[in-house]
Nanobody, 115 residues
Framework: QVQLVESGGGVVQPGGSLRLSCAAS????????MAWYRQPPGNQRELVAG???????TYADSVKGRFTISRDNAKNTVYLQMNSLKPEDTAVYYC?????????WGQGTQVTVSS
């Protein structure tokens, strides 16, 4: 049974930081493309950042220079360090794992940026 469990969400003031974690089980973690998506209120889910099994990174333009994705294959965990947060970063953040045609999602964690 595949499980992706996100943690680290919360409420933060503009300009603040949060670090999201996603612990995976039930998959060969090191083989999978790992990514963070987000879904703002009333909007579609969008890719925030991704990291391949080889460590290649990709970011949405809106978060470049502020967010950093990383992975620890020994801990089966992917992280998203979010700095200089803005109100428009408010969303439910989802972790995903994918390999070829198979994909998995976590349950999501809420991030709210508000003064």
């Amino acid at each position: 049974q595949v499980q992706l469990v996100e943690s680290g969400g919360g409420v933060v003031q503009p300009g603040g930081s949060l670090r999201l974690s996603c612990a995976a089980s039930g998959i060969i973690f090191s083989n999978h493309f790992m990514a963070w998506y987000r879904q703002p209120p009333g909007n579609q889910r969008e890719l925030v950042a991704g990291i391949t099994s080889g460590g290649t990174l990709t970011y949405a333009d809106s978060v470049k220079g502020r967010f950093t994705i990383s992975r620890d294959n020994a801990k089966n965990t992917v992280y998203l360090q979010m700095n200089s947060l803005k109100p428009e970063d408010t969303a439910v953040y989802y972790c995903s794992a994918s390999l070829l045609s198979r994909g998995y999602w976590g349950q999501g964690t809420q991030v709210t940026v508000s003064s």
